[in-house]
């Protein structure tokens, strides 16, 4: 009896451990898209008078970069479809972009810092996403 109570409370630790690990890693990852990507909007509404297209190009490619290395490790442990939702968008932002449509690129930037703080909220771990 003490031996599998033993083992459960290990089992348990370890999942909690766990969790906290994945947890902080999603936190990290997805402040550090948000916050790229208010950088970006910042850039685009500045640019709507002096438009610096170079700057806007560098800055979505940095954050797409930035997403497909958090991707891989994020696809471990969070549902794909929450991830494919983020990369449609920053794709769709990145297309605007490109165009230099930065009218139509907000909404998706918007979209995407969204969905990002979704992903963060339902990863965290509270008495909401217990039950």
């Known amino acids: 009896m003490l031996k599998e109570l033993i083992i459960s409370i290990i089992i348990i630790v370890l999942i909690f451990i766990g969790n906290g690990v994945t947890e902080s890693y999603t936190k990290q990852s997805v402040e550090e898209a948000t ?17 610096e297209q170079e700057k806007a190009k560098k800055m979505i490619n940095e954050v797409h970069e930035k997403w497909d290395e958090k991707y891989k490790k ?8 929450e991830l494919e939702k983020v990369e449609t968008e920053l794709t769709g ?3 605007y972009i490109e ?6 690129a907000l909404p998706e930037l918007d979209k995407s ?10 990863t965290a771990f509270n008495l909401m996403n217990i039950f």
């Open 113 to 122: 810092v969204f969905i990002l703080e979704h992903i963060k909220d339902k």
């Open 99 to 104: 165009k230099e449509e930065y009218s139509e």
């Open 93 to 95: 932002l990145r297309s």
């Open 35 to 51: 916050n790229k990507l208010t950088e970006l909007k910042e850039e685009i509404i500045k640019e709507e008078n002096e438009i």
């Open 74 to 81: 994020l696809a471990y442990y969070i549902e794909h479809d």
